[in-house]
């Protein structure tokens, strides 16, 4: 499939100097529901922007069906756009909001009310077409946005931030309708947001934005199992991966990772771990030094016996699972648990890791060592 | 005495706003503890009433009926300033042309603390080291980020040594990731300051993982009080089910066939001798609730008589959520994510009758 | 217990005002509608309930008809095209450019001042034979109408400093009516594909028209007032600009005729209150709120 929407070296400076975007290559293909994800700053939602024509690209190119669109006013781009607070027109009803880019395009009457019909039928808005928008709920008044967005019909749909400012309850159901209207009308989507489980749930792919610049695009699995940098493996995943410090040695039985005390713990016994890597990993070209080991916290153990001993420092019960964070001599780390699982705050356990679910990183550059 | 008296305790309070016919209750015979040391959780969808009751507790708002008492005594009489509670917002409300450590001093300068000026500046370091600020707080209290912002209207609840703290959705307007460090910061601090805390809050991870005990709240109402377990294992009702767990809990209309609970189309899913059926023992029809991560699924046939297909699967990190299409509605199941499944799969669903909750039918409303 | 002492708190603040409120608007309302229904003069003996006979004046003599008429007029020319003019100065200027604010509060200095200065230096300006109006337009060798006293440009004149005065505003209000419609509302529509026209009729106007409406409501209350400037440039009885002030000036305080001139201060309160309500009407609606 050829791509749909491709973003080429793009950038964007302001005339203040301030460098949002610093050169954003992607693509899209047509009908992928692609997620940029990424801290408040990171830039996202400026290239949501740029790509919606709301601001001009101050270098690059952004191609819609192959066209170079970077300098089109927004209204010729044929594009849908969610925004975070919804950006209804409130003098108008549901309805009247509903129709109006129909209305912009000289859609006749009675075409247009055919369309408002349908649309509302499977948004589920019928009851609400006569009421204005701040006589709606929050979620209510965002199905009609997306609804405003997806009536056109248009080549792609942005979305900026669409269900922040609902509650979490509602946001898992709207992340879930919101899924099923894609895949049924088979737009291409980029959605930006900061939360990284709606960007699990929701994307084909997720562009993981930091500091202007594209630190890794994949399927949500892959940025979750194979993150490409340190700031991927915080990032992705609630909590983020565990990270310890310490340097690589090649032994005669093969490479390991020799764990550093945590700074703080400068004086307590020294060589608190020692972790022989496994073969998969001890294939890539590693060398011998200074390195950073993650594990994700559902892959660290509580084990009778384990290499490293932890004291549980906090217990969070969250139902389905349990956290324990915990304090190691080499640094803190969390340990996802069953939730019958229990262990009292000031224990002591043993823990283990299974190399397999062991991810390297150069805690210089934070790249991913493989 | 024996045993010291809770650090707060509502009794029967009721609250309505407008007058006569209009009047629309905020609050309804709201009964409530909190134990000295003890964080309170207040979970509730927005308006069921949260925030009236914070600040009905903090003194701004007038209960209609009902009895406050702070520390064993009544507070009627007592003004806000009087109570000695402090109460942090959502939207921070920070003095933004102040810097930050002018903010966290502010309250200590009202009239009638008398504070010394050195006492004010150990207070205020103390509580920018706590809340890892020290480094912010020349600043003015505009430049900082959402997170850095939360964290000095903390500490300007901190300076005052309040006997009680109030926090209204402190964390709503912060990025995920934040919410979720900031969350782990102040249970530890809460922790080592050992006040008693009412945290109100919409998110159920925040409830589990912060409560010591959790008060679910919904249309002025408390339908369950007690510890995140108890209410996330035995939920009192089904809205209170429905309040917490992520994804929601499945809920399943049964009726009495012979000795099992069926589905509506006749589908046996439960006997009617199962531990879990007890509480209904007596009714004809029952709601049945289980948890995504409780039913399992599998792609081969098995023995189950309840199947499904895929609907859609949604990936969550350790774990994947799989929507499913079975007795008519779509029912979500948490699988590990070394399973794999695509829409459209056949499945076979399995709802271990010890894992499984059950109320009577005409409860659903409540 | 609390209830009552806020309450006595709430008394002691709005008790002056109240009082103040009482003497200073409530009495004299009351007694104009006494002295409409006596003969009372300005100098001169008892007056005596006469019943509707001056309301009965009222309705016939045509002085009255005359200047409601007049008055109409000036009141739906003035604040149209100060609303006008203050509209599209407002959308000419409302992108941020250098000086704005400057300029901004020059504009306000006209509304500052008291109109009856505003009369007397405008009368110097447009007087016939030495205002430097004329001279300007002499200079242009373009004809110099005798601005305060012909016939056919009294009107006119006082027209024009009425807008000189208030289109600056107009002008204000809808600045600050453009400025409360949300920039995200503009993009909207711009990715809806509004065109220029369409995003003025749909969006631009139905959001600052609350605004604009209250505007126009104040702008008419005060223009149905006007006299100041009459008093100054032409006095009170001209019959080409003879507005409703003036002319009860003219018969309270130049005919002497007190009761007369309560009657028709009467009829017009309740003229300018039904059309107030109207207008209040229309704002309900505009709001669109379910009443």
Redesign the interface.
Known sequence: MSAHLELERLEKTYPDGTRAVKGIDFAAAAGEFIVLLGPSGCGKTTTLRMTAGLELPTGGAIRLAGVDVSQQRPSRRDVGFVFQFYALYPHLTVAQNLAFPLECVGTPRAARDAAVADLAHRLELGPLLSRKPRELSGGDQQRVALGRAMIRRPQIWLMDEPLGTLDADRRLAMCEFLRVQQLEAKVTTLYVTHDQEEAMRLADRIVVMHDGKIEQVGAPMAVYDEPASLFVAHFVGSPGMNFLEGSLARGSDGWRFVARAAADRAAAPAAALELPLPPALARAPLREGPATLGIRPEFVRLAAAGPLRATVVLDEYLGASRCLHLDTPCGPLVARVAPEAGAAIGATVALDFSPAHVRLFDPESGARLR | MSASPPALRLDSITKRFGRGERAVPALTDVTLEVAPGERLVVLGATGAGKTTLLRVIAGLETPDRGRIELDGRDAAALAPAERDVALVFQNFSLYPHLTVRENLAFPLRAPGRALAAAEIARRVDEAGELLRITRLLDRPAKNLSGGEMQRVAIGRAIVRRPRLFLLDEPLTNLDAKLRESLRLELVKLFRALSVPVVYVTHDQAEALSMADRIVVLSEGRVLQSGTPREIYLAPASPAVARQLGQPAINLIELERRGATWCARDGTPLLPIDAAAARGVADASAALLGVRPEAGRIAAEARASPLRGRVELVEECGPHRVVAVHALGQTLRFAVGNDRSFSPGDAVAIELPPERLLLWPADSSAR | ???RGTNRLKWAFVGPTLLFLLAFNLFPLVWSIVLGFRNGELVGGESRFIGGANYARVFTDPRFAEAIRLTARFVGLAVLLELLLGFTLALALQRDWKGKSAVLTTLLVPMMLSPAVVGLFWNLILNGNYGILNQFLGAFGLPTPQWTTDRDWKFTSILLVDLWMWTPFMLLISLAALNAI?K??Y?????????TL?VFR??TL??VAPLLGLAVLLRATDALKQFDLVMAITGPNDSKTQTLSTLLYQVVFRDGKVGLGASFACVVLVAVIAVATLFTRYMERLK?QPS
Not at chain 3, 189 to 194: G, K, L, P
């Open positions: 217990m609390q209830e949300p995200s509302l993009e909207a529509a711009e990715i809806d594909r509004a065109s369409t749909r969006i139905p959001m669109g």
